[in-house]
């Protein structure tokens, strides 16, 4: 029998990659088990913001730019700020992140980064085949969609897209304690889309503008209604832009575990791990990774129960409403955050909630519609 080059091969060197690696690297079960992380770019560029709530200290504390104990949730007609209890709502910086996770596994001796592009992965011959050369290994972990997953038509998909500006102001403006999760009061054409208001310091924030849809816009658009956001509801007249940040974070309830075997599982956004209800990652890969690498020290397969079911259906319900009545969102979103403690919101969200407890939360939400997407889905 042939050696493998590696024991494990982590093929995406991104969040759900480095997450994994880190926590493989932390575990004395995996000591002497030499791994690759192959990925096509190092990452050295400023190139988003991952934001996240947690109870508690957490894991990566020491990188946070910034945390806040309350949110704000506004409408036309609705305005709540509600203390977020045990929690707190934490931002930190994708390459604060990369470049901790890669000096910490540069220490180690069992962990090697390789510059590549994978294209495609042999589950018999159990070889990775990329542009620049080939890597055989015992169990890949692998962050690459499904490429045809957005064109499917069996499925809902929901984009989750935004622009960001990083800002500065002349005058204080901001309550650096409070964050500002969804402001549904610059609209745009029937669809379903916010402001998001991450204050840093009282005359410095990012304001994002976010779309649910299921369609893209141009690149002007984000930055007009962003303008009119600054100017008609936060009153400010004064400010230069910093910086800004971009992107498209998949919504779907496309079916990425299935491509999972006894020789590769899918992490990432190529697992379906972010949460196609909300479009989080970071907290939720960070579960995924816990519950995998349990599963590998208890014998099973890595992919083992790693999706709950019940959540999954809710997630593909919710999806198809906000796909065919996309006008729905700012309704549904408020009565979701007036009707419930944001505590079990998150727990919710989190899929940590009893069948009891979601009941009451879908009761809050109640349209025709639903019971349409239900039938759809179900």
């Not at 990432?268 to 020290?297: H, P, R």
Request: proline share 3%; net charge neutral; hydrophobic share 35%.
């Amino acid at each position: 029998m042939i050696t493998p080059d590696y024991y494990y091969v982590i093929v995406g060197g991104g969040l759900a990659g480095l997450q994994l690696a880190s926590r493989i690297s932390q575990d004395i079960f995996f000591k002497g088990k030499k791994i690759a992380i192959i990925d096509p770019l190092s990452k050295s560029i400023e190139d988003k913001t991952w934001c996240y709530w947690e109870k508690g200290k957490g894991n990566w504390d020491d990188l946070t730019i910034h945390s806040w104990k309350k949110a704000g949730l506004f409408s036309s007609e609705i305005e709540k700020i509600t203390d977020l209890g045990e929690y707190s709502y934490k931002m930190l910086s994708s390459i604060d992140f990369n470049e901790a996770i890669k000096k910490q596994l540069q220490l180690k001796e069992e962990f090697i980064f390789i510059e590549d592009e994978v294209e495609k992965i042999d589950p018999v011959t159990r070889t990775a085949i990329g542009k620049n050369g080939s890597y055989t290994a015992t169990h890949f972990f692998d962050s690459r969609p499904d490429p045809g997953y957005m064109e499917h038509k069996k499925y809902s998909m929901i984009h989750q897209h935004f622009k960001g500006w990083m800002i500065e102001t002349e005058k204080e403006h901001f309550d650096p304690s409070m964050f500002t999760m969804m402001d549904f009061r610059i609209g745009y054409k029937n669809a379903t889309c916010f402001t998001y208001v991450l204050p840093l310091s009282p005359k410095k924030a990012l304001v994002e503008y976010t779309f649910f849809t299921p369609f893209l816009t141009e690149e002007d658009v984000y930055d007009k209604q962003l303008e009119k956001y600054l100017k008609q509801v936060l009153k400010i007249q004064d400010y230069r832009i910093l910086g800004t940040e971009s992107g498209n974070i998949p919504m779907t309830d496309f079916p990425f575990e299935e491509q999972n075997s006894d020789y590769i599982t899918k992490i990432g956004t190529g697992g379906g791990w972010v949460k196609a209800s909300s479009g989080y990652s970071f907290k939720n890969s960070e579960k995924k990774i816990d519950q995998l690498i349990e599963n590998i020290k208890s014998g099973h397969k890595p992919s083992y129960r790693l999706l709950n079911k019940r959540f999954r259906k809710y997630d593909a319900i919710f999806l198809h409403v906000l796909l065919k009545r996309n006008d729905l969102g700012e309704d549904l979103f408020m009565k979701l955050y007036t009707r419930n403690s944001i505590q079990d919101i998150f727990r919710f969200l989190d899929e940590e909630t009893r069948f009891s407890e979601d009941i009451k939360i879908m009761k809050s939400l109640f349209h025709p519609q639903f019971m349409k997407s239900f039938f759809k889905k179900i």
